[in-house]
């Protein structure tokens, strides 16, 4: 099928690969959201671990998209839209990819085996908010449906503030209750990782109303 897709795409007006290449990267999110949630809801190690090598596939797949996406910004002069915000959208999508492996990684490294209702809601509102790029970005295709866009961006910016309440809540919870400073450390950089995942969604919503204010 990937094979299928990409022959397709040779036939498709330059411009507009560029929809094509960013709706895979906000599918390939969505997957990787997905594995997220099932990762942090199980306490069996080997089956995180097997979430933990997904993950890392589809980040390298990821960085795959975002490479093709550069090299097409590089060979073609037409673009569908700003050619600085093609390659701050690609960046920040990137971005999210980067934070979601880094914080499945970080479980897996640091041995962490009773993840908390914290951890659990950050990733539920991580994959929330991947799932909300994904209905903005198959919207910029054509822009027709305008409210479809900003209602998705709105969601986002929503589902980070309320990542924010909940890692405030996390680390101030930590340090009140955990005297061991080691596992102080490993669990803040796990909350920091989720959150700034939520933080780089925002920051894909931010390119994305951007855009569609220059091209509405």
Do not use: W
């Not at 550069?70 to 037409?78: D, S």
């Not at 959150?195 to 894909?204: H, P, Q």
């Amino acid at each position: 099928m990937g094979g299928f897709n990409s022959f397709v795409k040779l036939f498709m007006p330059k411009d507009r690969v560029f929809y094509s290449l960013f709706e895979d990267v906000a599918a390939n999110l969505v997957e990787m959201g997905e594995v997220l949630n099932e990762l942090v809801t199980t306490n069996d190690l080997s089956i995180r671990k097997d979430k933990v090598h997904l993950i890392e596939r589809l980040e390298h797949k990821n960085d795959d998209y975002t490479h093709r996406i550069f090299v097409e910004l590089g060979q073609n002069f037409i673009t569908p839209f700003d050619r600085e915000d093609i390659h701050y959208l690609a960046a920040t999508l990137d971005d999210v990819a980067d934070y979601i492996h880094g914080s499945a990684k970080r479980i897996d490294l640091y041995k962490v085996y009773e993840l908390n209702d914290s951890i659990r809601k950050l990733a539920e509102l991580i994959s929330l908010g991947v799932a909300e790029l994904y209905k903005a970005i198959h919207e910029l295709r054509d822009m027709k449906n305008m409210r479809n866009i900003t209602d998705a961006c709105v969601k986002i910016n929503s589902l980070e503030n309320h990542a924010d309440d909940i890692y405030d809540m996390a680390i101030a919870d930590l340090f009140d209750t955990e005297t061991n400073a080691a596992e102080l450390i490993k669990m803040r950089e796990i909350y920091q990782a989720l959150e700034i995942a939520t933080d780089k969604c925002e920051d894909c919503a931010n390119v994305i109303e951007t855009i569609i204010i220059k091209y509405a």
